[in-house]
């Protein structure tokens, strides 16, 4: 199971921290990526990373902002969100897709692409 933590109650323009620690032997070689879901609308792509976490990309609304990051000897990714805003305000889900059989694949930016998620952590930030 994927646990994710780390989300709170901000001011604008502060920056929060999201952690999510994966089980399994193989962590290095899974997509890792992360989801929000604000309420009334649809869950969208975050950031997300490749196994080896060198190739790493990012939804328009986020670049510049946010960084994802990954440590493979601890199975765990991170968000790192920095300048937020309002909008950001969104439960945000972590989720990993383990199919691939190697340390670089490309960053999965799409939901069908995932196949495990975690329970959602919630993130608002007062204006």
């Known amino acids: 199971q994927l646990q994710a933590s780390g989300g709170g109650l901000v001011q604008a323009g502060g920056s929060l921290r999201l952690s999510c620690e994966a089980p399994g032997s193989t962590f290095r070689r899974y997509r890792m990526g992360w989801f929000r879901q604000a309420p009334g609308n649809e869950r969208m792509i975050v950031a997300a990373t490749s196994g080896r976490g060198t190739v790493r990309r990012y939804s328009e609304a986020v670049k510049g902002r946010f960084t994802i990051s990954r440590i493979n000897g601890q199975n765990t990714i991170y968000l790192q969100m920095n300048s937020l805003k309002p909008e950001d305000t969104a439960v945000y889900y972590c989720?990993?897709?383990?199919?691939?059989?190697?340390?670089?694949?490309?960053?999965?930016?799409?939901?069908?692409?995932?196949?495990?998620w975690g329970q959602g952590t919630l993130v608002t930030v007062s204006s």
């Open positions: 989720a990993l897709d383990d199919r691939v059989s190697t340390t670089n694949s490309d960053p999965a930016m799409h939901m069908y692409e995932y196949n495990t």
